[in-house]
T-cell receptor
């Protein structure tokens, strides 16, 4: 059974940094693109960043580009999100998500979601 | 950048009734449209991908249709566990991959 487990969330001051991790199991990690999706309290989900499986190339939402860095370690089956210059509006539950199908040149719908890790940015 | 709108914002229905949820894109997304269900305190769950394909273990009372800019999620007969938030999402060739604002299906 495919599973994702996020860690690393917490309370951080504005301007601070945090690194999230996502441990994957139950599937061949390198074969799938992975993404981070966040959800602010009472709001809908927002795609934040994605990382391709084999190449490790990444892409970002405009709201986080230049501040967040997504990466992966395929030898450890782990996805990361480094978040710098955090702002109050980054406060959200951050989910690690898996593409539904093996890489085929397209980004897919997200079939597996972790339980999420809460990030709160406040002084 | 593509923007998704969903209607209605809230749908009040009784168990056994049919639910019809709409998602409209600001420009064509071809068939790269997914639907998710979310219950309080839980992560979203994939229901439909490629506009009309049911995800693994999703009951056949859930169906999706549409193409281009207009899409519909239909729940043929509402079960008690179906009362939840529903989001559509565009995916495909180039990020970003926006979600719609959601439709809440609640008990009448």
């Amino acid at each position: 059974e495919a599973q994702l487990l996020e860690s690393g969330g917490g309370l951080v001051q504005p301007g601070g940094s945090l690194r999230l991790s996502c441990a994957a199991s139950g599937f061949t990690f390198i074969n799938y693109a992975m993404s981070w999706v966040r959800q602010a309290p009472g709001k809908g989900p927002e795609w934040v960043a994605g990382v391709n499986g084999g190449s490790g190339s990444s892409d970002y939402a405009d709201s986080v580009r230049g501040r967040f860095t997504a990466s992966r370690d395929n030898s450890r089956n782990t996805l990361y999100l480094r978040m710098n210059s955090l702002r109050a509006e980054d406060t959200a539950v951050y989910y690690c998500v898996k593409d539904a199908f093996k890489e085929n040149g397209l980004w897919d719908a997200f079939d597996i979601w972790g339980r999420g890790t809460m990030v709160a940015v406040a002084s | 950048e593509i923007v998704l709108t969903q209607s209605p914002g809230t749908l009040s229905l009784s168990p056994g009734e049919r639910a019809t949820l709409s998602c409209r894109a600001s420009q064509s997304v071809s068939g790269y449209l997914a639907w998710y269900q979310q219950k309080p305190g839980q992560a979203p769950r994939l229901l439909i991908y490629a506009a009309s394909s049911r995800a693994t273990d999703i009951p056949d009372r859930f169906s999706g249709s549409g193409s281009g800019t207009d899409f519909t999620l239909t729940i043929s007969r509402l079960e008690p566990e179906d009362f939840a938030m529903y989001y559509c999402q565009q995916y495909g060739r180039s990020p970003p991959f926006p979600f719609g604002p959601g439709t809440k299906v609640d008990i009448k």
